[in-house]
């Protein structure tokens, strides 16, 4: 897929998100691993939402909306997720549409890093 990647970085997506996606690359900040979580949804990777996200906070499986077309992505703020530091966390606006209505979701985004590897833990709604 050569498009731009949903994320809104103007990467094309197979070298932002896609590569994550992919496995060939972990995400290696919180603020880069929520930008690939949002791809995601956008491109309808549930598999990669559920590998990302903490085994402590997991659900068995998860169903998306493919009726949910995802339009835009905002970073309000974030904290710590850096390359050196194993929390962070990312609030941003994620737009939607779903039957004809525009709609956004707002939330800060709790990240861990285990391992190595970063992975989603919760959410706080805006």
């Not at 906070?57 to 998860?62: K, V």
């Not at 530091?85 to 549409?97: K, S």
Request: contains cysteine; hydrophobic residues 30%.
């Amino acid at each position: 897929m050569s498009t731009s990647c949903p994320c809104g970085l103007g990467e094309p997506y197979d070298l932002c998100c896609g590569r994550f996606h992919d496995g060939s690359q972990s995400a290696p900040t919180a603020e880069l691993l929520m930008r690939s979580r949002y791809c995601a949804f956008a491109v309808g990777d549930s598999a990669y939402l559920l590998r990302t996200w903490h085994p402590s906070t997991r659900p068995s499986r998860l169903r998306l909306d493919g009726r949910q077309k995802w339009t835009g992505l905002e970073i309000i703020g974030r904290t710590g997720g850096g390359l050196l530091q194993n929390e962070g966390t990312v609030e941003f606006r994620a737009h939607y549409r779903l039957r004809g209505q525009s709609e956004a979701q707002h939330e800060n985004s709790r990240f861990l890093r285990e391992a190595g590897s970063w992975f989603y833990l919760d959410a706080q709604a805006g």
